[in-house]
């Protein structure tokens, strides 16, 4: 049963590239998140969709940051241009939403970005 | 907001040792719990979860007891092991109240010696 699958797993990039975040959720899970971790800041959620809408993305930190959820099964996190301040691991999750009061998140292996 | 505030790590104990980390939370209404675990190269995954008061969550030998008295939800392990050595969150989430998003403090580095 594969889980959250995410590509690629790392990425150098010089500063000023465009880079592309991908993410394969579960399959038949409705919401779809983008969290980024640093060690300044910790785990930040950048956006969220529910049904490949975007839901709440008040956590993008500025317009050089862009998703995208074209279908049900894939999802995009775009930097452009690229800054060495975001350099990071960028972690996408998926859950189903439930009847109860609470949806548990399952967590892709993450990309660890790395901008020169 | 919501907020969650855990213990300032890292935390050092040797096998067998006695564990808690301590996580307080502050939210509207009746929001549910988790401790996420994350293993050193890996994404986060659940490692327990409790959805109202007085409820207890457990896994893997981990504890935690929802307080609403308290707003706490301390993790707890009897008898660590070497491979507990994982960043442990605490985070809740105010489905309730219509939003999906889960709130995670900054986490807590457990290192297990042998």
């Known amino acids: 049963d594969a889980g959250v699958i995410q590509s690629p797993r790392h990425e150098v990039t010089e500063m000023g590239q465009e880079v592309t975040l991908r993410c394969k959720p579960i399959s038949g899970h409705d919401y779809l998140f983008w969290y980024r971790q640093t060690m300044m800041r910790g785990l930040e959620l950048l956006i969220y969709?529910?049904?490949?809408?975007?839901?709440?993305d008040s956590g993008m930190p500025e317009d050089r940051f862009s998703a995208k959820m074209p279908n049900a099964s894939f999802s995009t996190l775009k930097i452009q241009p690229s800054e060495p301040r975001d350099s990071a691991v960028y972690f996408c999750?998926?859950?189903?939403?439930?009847?109860?009061?609470?949806?548990?998140?399952?967590f892709g292996p993450g990309t660890r970005l790395t901008v020169l | 907001g919501d907020s969650v505030t855990q213990m300032e790590g890292p935390v050092t104990l040797s096998e067998e040792a006695f564990l808690t980390i301590n996580c307080t939370y502050t939210?509207?209404?009746?929001?549910?719990l988790f401790w996420y675990v994350q293993y050193p190269g890996e994404g986060l995954q659940l490692l327990l979860k409790?959805?109202?008061?007085?409820d207890k969550g457990s896994n893997k030998g981990f504890e935690a007891t929802y307080r609403k008295e308290t707003t706490s939800f301390h993790l707890e392990k009897g008898s660590v092991q070497v491979s507990d050595s994982a960043v442990y969150f605490c985070a809740l989430q105010n489905r309730p109240g219509g939003n999906e998003k889960l709130t995670f403090g900054t986490g807590t580095r457990l290192t297990i010696i042998p």
């Open positions: 969709f529910n049904n490949n809408v975007p839901i709440d």
């Open positions: 409790a959805t109202k008061a007085d």
């Open positions: 999750a998926s859950s189903l939403a439930g009847t109860g009061n609470s949806d548990t998140q399952y």
């Open positions: 939210a509207t209404g009746y929001p549910s």
